[in-house]
């Protein structure tokens, strides 16, 4: 329980930086949102729970091709300015996006 609250306690005040920072210092923002905490913490968290190394290589594996998948979801904001796209037509085109992303991750490792 107490790894819960940490790993809990660690996720939400990057978040929360990462918000704040948004509006001072947008580029700051997106680098400590890209930063692999999380993963830091699963991998960490999860051989402290006696996941085998084996497991994390896996979980490494999918990853890494997760990671340039799931980022599609931000193509349509950085296309928006120059297609007229709104916050909202953007954030429904990049679900749509990463959708996709998860099919294609899925249809990689056949699951």
């Known amino acids: 329980m107490i790894r819960f609250a940490v790993n809990l ?6 978040i929360l930086v990462a918000t704040w920072l948004s509006r001072r210092q947008p580029a700051t923002a997106g680098f400590v ?21 084996d497991e ?5 594996r999918s990853l890494l091709v997760g990671i ?12 928006a300015p120059r297609f007229g796209l709104s916050f909202w037509s953007s954030f429904v085109v ?8 998860y099919a294609m991750h899925r249809w990689i490792f056949g699951a």
């Open 9 to 14: 306690f660690i996720s939400v005040g990057v």
């Open 33 to 53: 949102a890209a930063l692999p905490i999380t993963t830091m913490l699963v991998l960490v968290l999860g051989r402290m729970d006696g996941v085998a190394f």
């Open 56 to 60: 994390q290589v896996r979980f490494s």
């Open 68 to 79: 340039p998948l799931g980022a599609t979801f931000l193509l349509p904001f950085v296309a």
């Open 94 to 101: 990049g679900l749509v996006l990463l959708s996709a992303g």
